[in-house]
Antibody, heavy 121, light 109 residues
Framework: QVQLVESGGGVVQPGRSLRLSCAAS????????MHWVRQAPGKGLEWMAL????????YYADSVKGRFTISRDNSKNTLYLQVNSLRAEDTAMYYC??????????????WGQGTLVTVSS | DIQMTQSPSSLSASVGDRVIITCRAS??????LNWYQQKPGKAPKLLIY???SLQSGVPLRFSGSGSGTDFTLTISSLQPEDFATYYC???????????FGQGTKLEIK
């Protein structure tokens, strides 16, 4: 079945970096664009980044532009998010999600279970 | 930037009730609107895409409607498993910027 499994979260000090991973299975990963979405504790969903199926087109939310880098390795069926210069407000559950596209309409399905990043000294 | 506003932010209802959640966009987004359900401690799950298309496997009691700036998610007869938080999301922006509403928490009365 289609599955996304995130990893790489943890407790990290402010200013440090982290690389999150999202392992995909059950579908042809190289055919799909992918997203990262985060959710701060008790808060709503915030879209952060999109990468096209081949990695050639990348888009970021303004809130993370310049600090976060999305990438993918289609040979390993894995999506990444490099998060730098972490701040307390980056504390959140980080989800990856597959982009579904039909005639220009896009939606996210499925989502991974998330990996928790806690920024604390 | 397109802002998405849901109402109400929270809602108490009983099993069997008909519930309507609304989502308003700050500008017209045609039908580029999706709905997700999130239960505590779980990842979001797609319910409705393109404003009114029901995702495969989602019960028929869920329906979506609207276009332009005003959208609704309707649950025709609440079931115990429907108590969750619901989010709308726009996918209209170019370049892509997938804004979510702030969420509507549906609780048991």
């Amino acid at each position: 079945q289609v599955q996304l499994v995130e990893s790489g979260g943890g407790v990290v000090q402010p200013g440090r970096s982290l690389r999150l991973s999202c392992a995909a299975s059950g579908f042809i990963f190289s055919n799909y664009a992918m997203h990262w979405v985060r959710q701060a504790p008790g808060k709503g969903l915030e879209w952060m980044a999109l990468i096209s199926y081949d990695g050639n087109n990348i888009y970021y939310a303004d809130s993370v532009k310049g600090r976060f880098t999305i990438s993918r390795d289609n040979s390993k069926n894995t999506l990444y998010l490099q998060v730098n210069s972490l701040r307390a407000e980056d504390t959140a559950m980080y989800y990856c999600a597959r982009d579904m596209d039909r005639s220009g309409w896009n939606w996210f399905d499925p989502w991974g279970q998330g990996t928790l990043v806690t920024v604390s000294s | 930037d397109i802002q998405m506003t849901q109402s109400p932010s929270s809602l108490s209802a009983s099993v069997g009730d008909r519930v309507i959640i609304t989502c308003r966009a700050s500008q017209s987004i045609s039908s580029y609107l999706n709905w997700y359900q999130q239960k505590p401690g779980k990842a979001p799950k797609l319910l409705i895409y393109a404003a009114s298309s029901l995702q495969s496997g989602v019960p028929l009691r869920f329906s979506g409607s609207g276009s332009g700036t005003d959208f609704t998610l309707t649950i025709s007869s609440l079931q115990p498993e429907d108590f969750a938080t619901y989010y709308c999301q726009q996918s209209y922006s170019t370049p892509p910027e997938y804004t979510f509403g702030q969420g509507t928490k549906l609780e048991i009365k």
